[in-house]
Structure formats: C-alpha cells, structure tokens
C-alpha cells in the first residue's frame, strides 16, 4: 500500500488553505514599488527613483522564547509585530527606510487560521513600518516541533542614499544620548522572564497586585516599531548615532555604535523604570548591571545628537508621540558607565 505525503504527516491542503487567508493581510500592505503579487517564486519589489546612490540595508531576527506565551495563551495576533519590529527597528539606525519583509513561519502541524492570525501581525507592523510584505515561507515539519509550537523569523530590506548613512562615526564627546521609551520588555529576555513568571496559564491570567495587571497582557505586549518617529526626525535634525536597544540591553547596544575611544555614560535617575522591569529585578534578584544587560530597561531606542540639538531633537519626537528623554552624554573612554 502506497504511504502518502499526508500520511507522512504534511497537509498540502492546509497549505493551500493557509495562503487563500493569508492573502487580503499580504495584499494590504503593498506599496508603490510591490510588482507582481502573493504566490510567485520570490517578491519584487523596484527601487525608489528619486535616491541618488542607494545603498540598500539588510536585517534579519525573530522572536525568541516570546513566542511561549503567545502558544500558552493561545494568543497569535500579535507576535508578528513583534518579528517585524526586531528587523525594522535595526535597520532604521543606519538611516535605512524599510522597503519590503518576508517571514518564515514553521510549525509541526499546520493550521491555517493560526497561521493566517500570526500573519495579520506581521502585516499589522509592515504598515506600522511603511514595508510592503512581498513574501514568505510557510513550514510543515512534522516530528520537529511540539504540538501547538511554531516559530517566526522576518527579514526586512531598506534603503538609504549612501551620503546619509548613520553609522555612529561622527559622535564626540559631549553628545547627548536621548532615549524613546519602549512599550515595555518587547522581545529579549524571555528566556528569564519565563523563569520568573513561570508557563502556567492560570497564573498568567490572574491580576498579579505587585504587577498591578494580567501578567500576560504585559507579557505580550508587542515591540514598538520606531520608524516614522526616527525617519521623520532625521529629515530634520542631523543625528550622530541610533541604537536599538535588544538583547544585551544598554551595555552590549550603546557600545555598537560609539567610535574608538568614545563611550557612554547612563543616568540612571533620568527617567522612572517601568514597573515591569522593577518587578523583575526585585524577583530575580539581580543587580543594575545585569537588569541593563538583559532588558530595554524602558527605553526602546537610543538617538545620538549634539547637545545643542537637544531640545528641537525631543521636540521633533515628541511630535510624532514618542515619550523621550535625554538620558546620557558622550564620554572619554569605551563602553557604558551607568551613574
């Protein structure tokens, strides 16, 4: 007797099933360069015209162990914001617009509805980021993952004329660092926030007092997206440096940017710390070193400006609703110095 694809244990049905919902979410966040249309080989995507010398800029990344809750609570709607964000949010530092994403959603068993929902977010943070979503790969892998798991990962491509790169060259000493604040843990440190708060879905769901919320509504709130705020602003303010502030926290992001001999000292006294991240280090027990190792802190992104552009620089941001403050300087030595 015959042993078939599907016996093996892949649905090519769902697949199909799968894209026929996923195609309104694609389509909708299609821009003027998109060619061509859901279902091809791979996405087209022509170039804007009207930048000199394009200097196209890559980034890549997923969502970690985030990805738990959004299975435990049976809550897919929003992770895909999530995997856009941690690839927009890279490439805006270097001045890139984001032009197009595509995802990899792979999982054990297929269900087209889960999928078509993770898909949503994913378009939902591509109009978020002015991306047009060209593209993708659906995974059946039967054996590989657990029951009701899966994984997401993106990919975004941007695009920024080569005489206005950002690259962190031009910071001197006596530059201010001005943070915009985060929508709150975004999507590093799951692998201890889990331990913390632990997997079970009654505890999650409870009001917790010291929270003062559902534990999993701040778990999954998804990664703020920053790009119309720092692309509007640097259409305005000349901008020395930009950090995404992701695993590694201040400590390992900061450092990323800075020119030799340069670094970075942090007040931490500059803004108040989400409750969220005060409530993980009072149950985790680690110190401020390593809470600015691990998490955001509050702070989603760093901008690097002269000081006399200081004021107009948190004007301009807060203008298109960034909460920001400044919340360092520019310093003779290497690294970040937290005072």
């Known amino acids: 007797m015959a042993i078939s694809y599907k016996d093996s244990g892949v649905d090519v049905e769902k697949g199909y ?14 821009t003027q360069g998109v060619l061509g249309d859901i279902g091809s080989f791979g996405g087209f995507f022509q170039m804007p015209k ?10 890549t990344d997923g969502v970690g162990t985030k990805l738990k ?3 435990i609570a049976d809550k897919h709607d929003t992770i ?6 941690m690839c927009v949010n890279d490439i805006v530092c270097q001045g890139a617009k984001p032009l197009f994403f595509l995802d990899y959603f792979a999982t054990g068993n297929l269900s087209p509805e889960q999928v078509a929902t993770v898909v949503s977010g994913v378009a939902q943070g591509c109009k978020q980021a002015g991306a ?5 790969e659906t995974a059946e892998m039967p054996g590989f993952y657990a029951k009701g798991d899966y994984d997401i990962a993106g990919f975004a491509v941007g695009v920024v004329d080569k005489k206005r790169i950002i690259n962190g060259s031009e910071i001197r000493r006596g530059d201010v660092f001005i943070g915009l604040k985060s929508s709150g843990i975004h999507s590093n440190g ?3 926030v889990r331990k913390i708060f632990g997997e079970n879905i009654n505890n999650l769901t409870k009001f917790d007092d010291e929270l003062d919320a559902r534990p999993i509504n701040v778990l999954l709130t998804p990664t703020k997206i920053y790009v119309n705020s720092i692309l509007s602003l640097i259409e305005k303010i000349h901008v020395n440096g930009i950090a995404h502030i992701t695993g590694g926290g201040f400590i390992e992001n900061i450092p990323r940017i800075l020119p030799k001999g340069i670094g970075c000292e942090i007040d931490k006294n500059s803004y108040e710390i989400p409750n969220i991240f005060k409530v993980l280090q009072k149950r985790s027990g680690l110190s401020d070193e390593e809470m600015y190792n691990t998490f955001n802190m509050g702070i989603g992104m760093v901008v690097c400006v002269r000081e006399k552009d200081a004021v107009e620089t ?12 400044i919340i360092g300087k520019a310093v003779r030595g290497n690294g970040v110095k937290l005072v």
């Open 69 to 71: 809750y959004a299975i």
């Open 80 to 85: 895909g914001i999530d995997a856009v964000a």
């Open 17 to 30: 099933e799968a894209v026929k919902l996923m195609k309104e979410h694609v389509q909708s966040t299609y």
């Open 314 to 325: 948190i004007k301009q941001l807060q203008l298109t609703g960034e909460e920001c403050v």
């Open 132 to 136: 047009a979503l060209i593209g993708g």
């Open 50 to 59: 009207k930048i000199k010398r394009p200097v196209l800029v890559a980034g």
């Open 190 to 192: 799951y692998s201890l």
